[in-house]
């Protein structure tokens, strides 16, 4: 279990270091990039009341991935605009990585942007000991002998990956906590400045969140007037201003909610086993592999490896009995590009295998059909993304970068089931505050009507590039409010709910894809960092340097 930094840590009176790994790149544009790292502490989850099981200290709330101008100093530059990036299902702040940076990298002298990728508080309970002494030691061996040898790191060996009973308190980290932990997180900046340069932003199930927040009561005020901005990926909630989606009893004793993972149990069941959402076969072991693999591809992408864990998940992945030999980057190619992925709500547009014979089966997962390698005498490699056509959006190197950063996670190994079941219940915007959500369940979206600030959607592979899927939300909007610099502005105006549509991306390309001039990704980066800056007023506000 990794331990969390819970202060700011000031660096007063000194210079830069030699080498600060903080610092993850030098843009073409001259805009020096910095990541920082921080744990914001949120208000305690009450304890499973079946159980009694209270959260740990180890878990107290959200983690932030700080990407920032680096000034070569301790103080940043103020910020025209901070974009905070919440994840989706089985989502952590790693996957935001390329788009954060790209972000950043649009800053200029006098209006620097910064993006804060979002951890949930479920992604503090990964033990990642493995993972951070494999990418310290430049050696994936480490990592697959931690999680999966029992082989020792500093002398600790890995204890095992939580099982439903060992996390019970997981029971309560539903809509309510996330939503208390993301006002702790917003807190960090000077209220006077949020609604003009907070600016809030959901991917996929991430997207209904934020949606949530922004309607959110807090003690009579609503979450929408402390942002500039709101942002949904590929993301919607599907049923803003409309009904309950699930009668109280539902909710809370006899719902099997279908979702296109799998059923969600009702409050009972979640309280009495069924805590976090476990991947099918693989379980919690794929995020380690997925990190080992990306690792592999990123030190040595044209060796061919005995990855015993890994070629287990390929076999799984594929329903193959015996594999063919895969260069290190096209196992990683073939796990996570979207013509053979089975789980499309991972998946990338990645480029193509070369060397052996594909053959379309039917994903293990349902979803449709997929490609797996059909040659078991064949070695297969790996054919980038601008060498494909049609070129495609996202480099495997900068996909592997987003799983091999240290102290975050592109994924969350032990999502909490409850706040799939709470997003359904508060998915209108709009419930009545005498409704039972509200009252028995404190589940406090009822402010949809009111959402004053403008918004920007992004369609892409889950909504198949189809801007209409968001109609609803700006049926239900107000224009965009006073004091705002488009004030003012109906929704039927860009100025007042911009729409974006990628048709061709995967549902992860938005946040994934390679920042290449004149590419379908930089216009997208173009467009969201443009909507930044049209949404937040000249100036910029100052948050203190911190993290790690």
């Known amino acids: 279990m990794r331990l969390a930094l819970l202060c700011f840590v000031l660096a007063v009176g000194c210079g830069p270091a030699a080498v600060d790994p903080r610092v993850i790149e030098h843009a073409a544009n001259g805009v020096v990039i910095r990541r920082e790292v921080l744990v914001v502490p949120g208000p305690t ?32 530059k103020p910020a025209r605009a901070i974009l905070l990036l919440m994840p989706g299902f089985l989502g952590g ?34 033990d990642r000991t493995g993972i951070e002494a494999a990418l310290a030691q430049q050696n994936a061996d480490v990592l697959t002998g931690y999680y999966f040898a029992g082989a020792a790191v500093n002398g600790t060996t890995f204890a095992g990956f939580q099982t439903q009973q060992q996390v019970d308190f997981e029971s309560e980290w539903g809509m ?29 199930l991430g997207a209904s969140i934020v949606s949530q927040y922004a309607a959110w009561d807090f003690a009579g005020a ?10 949904l990926i590929d993301g919607v909630t599907g049923s803003e201003g409309g009904p309950l989606a699930l009668t109280q009893a539902q909710y809370e004793t006899d719902g099997q909610m279908t979702t296109t993972m799998g059923t969600v149990p009702s409050v009972k069941a979640i309280r009495e086993g069924s805590r976090y959402f476990a991947f099918p076969i693989l379980e919690a072991k794929l995020f380690p592999v997925g990190v ?12 061919v490896e005995a990855d015993t864990p890994r070629n287990t998940a390929l076999q799984t ?3 193959m009995d015996r594999l063919p030999r895969f260069t290190n980057r096209a196992a990683f190619g073939l796990a996570f590009d979207a013509a053979s992925c089975p789980v499309s709500i991972a998946a990338v547009n990645a480029g193509a295998s070369t060397g052996g014979a594909l053959t379309s ?48 996670d592109f994924g969350e190994w032990y999502f909490p089931l409850r706040l799939t079941l709470d997003s359904a219940v508060g998915a209108s915007l709009v419930l009545d505050p005498a409704a039972w959500p509200v009252t028995a369940w404190n589940l406090r979206a009822i402010h949809g009507r009111e959402l004053s600030m403008p918004v920007l959607v992004e369609a892409a592979g889950i909504l198949q590039g189809d801007v209409t899927a968001y109609d609803a939300l700006k049926a239900i909007l107000p224009p965009v409010g006073a004091g705002r610099p488009q004030a003012g502005a109906a929704r039927t105006s860009s100025d007042g709910f911009q729409t974006h549509a990628n048709p061709a991306f995967s549902h992860i390309d938005p946040l994934a894809a390679t920042d290449d001039a004149g590419s379908a990704a930089a216009e997208w980066f173009d467009t969201l960092a443009s909507f930044l800056r049209r949404v937040t007023p000249e100036g910029g506000v100052s948050v203190k340097a911190f993290g790690r």
């Open 45 to 76: 989850p009450p304890p499973n009341p079946v159980t009694q099981g209270a959260t740990p200290a180890s878990t107290p709330g959200m983690q932030v991935v700080r990407y920032r101008v680096d000034t070569g100093s301790a103080a940043p």
């Open 292 to 303: 080992g693999t990306a690792l592999r591809a990123t030190l040595h992408p044209d060796l």
């Open 93 to 126: 702040a790693g996957s935001f990585d390329s788009l954060a940076r790209a972000i950043v990298r649009r800053s200029t002298a006098d209006a620097p942007l910064e993006a804060w990728a979002l951890d949930r508080r479920a992604n503090l309970l990964e």
């Open 317 to 319: 992945l594929f329903l």
């Open 361 to 408: 089966a039917p994903s293990p997962f349902g979803g449709g059909t997929v490609v797996k390698p059909s040659e078991v005498t064949a070695t297969y490699a790996w054919q980038e993304y601008d060498q494909v056509n049609p070129r495609e959006f996202t480099s495997l190197t900068d996909f592997a970068l987003a799983w091999t950063r240290p102290d975050s």
């Open 222 to 231: 609503a979450g929408h007037d402390e942002l500039a901005g709101l942002v």
């Open 176 to 204: 309510a906590t996330t939503i208390d932990d993301l006002r702790a997180v917003i807190a960090l900046i000077p209220a006077e400045q949020r609604q003009a340069r907070v600016v809030l932003a959901g991917h996929s």
